[in-house]
C-alpha cells in the first residue's frame, strides 16, 4: 500500500468515527483500486486468508451504514460494492446514479455522470431509494473485440 492513500483511507476512517484497524484500510484499499464495483464474491477471494467473512460482512455493513459505499445488486441478484461520492454521508446516501452491468464480464459500474432522472410518483407512494440497471457490453469488452 502507498503511504499517501493510506493517509487518505485512515482520515476516511476517522472522520466518520471508526477505529483504523487493518481489515477495514485492506477493504477501502481493493475497493478504490477498481474500475468497477467489487462483487461479494471477488471481495471474499481476495482477502479470503485475511478476513474472516463475519469480520468482512461487517465492515461492509458498517462503510455502508456511513455513506462510504453503495451497494448494487447485479442481474444474477449478486452485491457489488462501490465507493460513494463525496455526497453521501451517514444514512443519507446520494447515489441516484445509472449502473451499468456488462453481460460479457459481468462486471458493475458506476456511471457517475449519468444521474437517474427524478420521478414522480403520487398515490400516496413516497420513494426511498431509486436503482437503475443498465446492461449491455462495457468499453473493455468493446474494445476486446
Ligand atoms: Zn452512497
Ligand atoms: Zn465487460
Ligand atoms: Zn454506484
Given at each position: 500500500m502507498n503511504d499517501i492513500k493510506t493517509q487518505q483511507y485512515e482520515s476516511l476512517l476517522v472522520k466518520n468515527g471508526l477505529k483504523r484497524?487493518?481489515?477495514?484500510?485492506?477493504?477501502?484499499?481493493?475497493?478504490?483500486?477498481?474500475?468497477?464495483?467489487?462483487?461479494?464474491?471477488?471481495?471474499?477471494?481476495?482477502?479470503g486468508k485475511d478476513i474472516d467473512r463475519v469480520t468482512l460482512y461487517r465492515?461492509?455493513?458498517t462503510f455502508e451504514e456511513k455513506g462510504i459505499i453503495h451497494r448494487v445488486l447485479d442481474k444474477q441478484g449478486t452485491a457489488n460494492y462501490a465507493i460513494c461520492s463525496n455526497s453521501c454521508t451517514e444514512h443519507h446516501h446520494h447515489d441516484e446514479h445509472v449502473h451499468f452491468n456488462c453481460n460479457n464480464c459481468l462486471r458493475v459500474y458506476c456511471l457517475d455522470d449519468v444521474k437517474i432522472p427524478p420521478l414522480k410518483i403520487g398515490g400516496g407512494f413516497k420513494i426511498e431509494d431509486m436503482n437503475l440497471i443498465v446492461s449491455g457490453i462495457c468499453k473493455e469488452c468493446n474494445q476486446a473485440n
Amino acid at each position: 500500500m502507498n503511504d499517501i492513500k493510506t493517509q487518505q483511507y485512515e482520515s476516511l476512517l476517522v472522520k466518520n468515527g471508526l477505529k483504523r484497524t487493518g481489515a477495514r484500510l485492506q477493504v477501502l484499499d481493493i475497493l478504490s483500486h477498481r474500475n468497477s464495483a467489487t462483487s461479494q464474491p471477488y471481495l471474499e477471494h481476495v482477502v479470503g486468508k485475511d478476513i474472516d467473512r463475519v469480520t468482512l460482512y461487517r465492515i461492509l455493513k458498517t462503510f455502508e451504514e456511513k455513506g462510504i459505499i453503495h451497494r448494487v445488486l447485479d442481474k444474477q441478484g449478486t452485491a457489488n460494492y462501490a465507493i460513494c461520492s463525496n455526497s453521501c454521508t451517514e444514512h443519507h446516501h446520494h447515489d441516484e446514479h445509472v449502473h451499468f452491468n456488462c453481460n460479457n464480464c459481468l462486471r458493475v459500474y458506476c456511471l457517475d455522470d449519468v444521474k437517474i432522472p427524478p420521478l414522480k410518483i403520487g398515490g400516496g407512494f413516497k420513494i426511498e431509494d431509486m436503482n437503475l440497471i443498465v446492461s449491455g457490453i462495457c468499453k473493455e469488452c468493446n474494445q476486446a473485440n
